[in-house]
T-cell receptor
Framework: QQPVQSPQAVILREGEDAVINCSSS?????VHWYRQKHGEAPVFLMI?????EQKGHEKISASFNEKKQQSSLYLTASQLSYSGTYFC????????????FGSGTRLLVRP | DTAVSQTPKYLVTQMGNDKSIKCEQN?????MYWYKQDSKKFLKIMFS???????INETVPNRFSPKSPDKAHLNLHINSLELGDSAVYFC???????????????FGPGTRLLVL
């Protein structure tokens, strides 16, 4: 099942903060976050593993609540370069060896 | 020194034609994927290969046939193209399928397919 992301879209002024949420109905092993700019490929941001280990971006933080099967991405002091569509990808504990991506959250940072 | 490359970048073709998209990665990864991103930006896995072996084959029409001549290359051939095949197709790779839950996937630049 596809994870649900919220909000679908958000508009910020430069310097403001944002939180993007990702929720799954399946038990998860890990959550992956990617950012895609218009006309470009998705770019890896972060992996959150069960047990709390994080791998990824220094300036972006995230959390993973295994029990609730939810993850949140925190974008603080947003910059113009943060604009794009953010996808969470969930990796289930059913050993299906595939990422299932959410429908994306469009973020626009204005000057 | 592009990590994951795809050709062509754009593909415009008529309904009913057959076309191929090529993907190459120079990261030394064992696993490669094909994803389809539709007009609503929904990114959905189609296939994955690990060391030339087909591992994931989602419910994709038989008109789509992946081929992996070696672990650095994964091609996608599409027969009898339909209007609904119009999308962006991304190739991706990761180090190891069996630990893919904690592996970064690196995406190619995408192939924008338009079927007229």
């Amino acid at each position: 099942q596809q994870p649900v992301q919220s909000p679908q879209a958000v508009i910020l002024r430069e310097g403001e903060d944002a939180v993007i949420n990702c929720s799954s109905s399946k038990a998860l092993y890990s959550v992956h976050w990617y950012r895609q700019k218009h006309g470009e490929a998705p770019v890896f941001l972060m992996i959150l593993l069960k047990g709390g280990e994080q791998k990824g971006h220094e300036k972006i933080s995230a959390s993973f609540n295994e029990k609730k099967q939810q993850s949140s991405l925190y974008l603080t002091a947003s910059q113009l370069s943060y604009s794009g569509t953010y996808f969470c990808g969930t990796y289930g504990r059913d050993s299906s060896y595939k990422l299932i991506f959410g429908s994306g959250t469009r973020l626009l940072v204005r000057p | 020194d592009t990590a994951v490359s795809q050709t062509p970048k754009y593909l415009v073709t008529q309904m009913g034609n057959d076309k191929s998209i090529k993907c190459e990665q120079n990261l030394g990864h064992d696993t490669m994927y094909w994803y389809k991103q539709d007009s609503k930006k929904f990114l959905k896995i189609m296939f994955s290969y690990n060391n030339k072996e087909l591992i994931i084959n989602e419910t994709v029409p038989n008109r789509f046939s992946p081929k992996s001549p070696d672990k650095a290359h994964l091609n996608l051939h599409i027969n009898s193209l339909e209007l609904g095949d119009s999308a962006v197709y991304f190739c991706a790779s990761s180090q190891d399928l069996w630990d893919s839950g904690q592996e970064t996937q690196y995406f190619g630049p995408g192939t924008r397919l338009l079927v007229l």
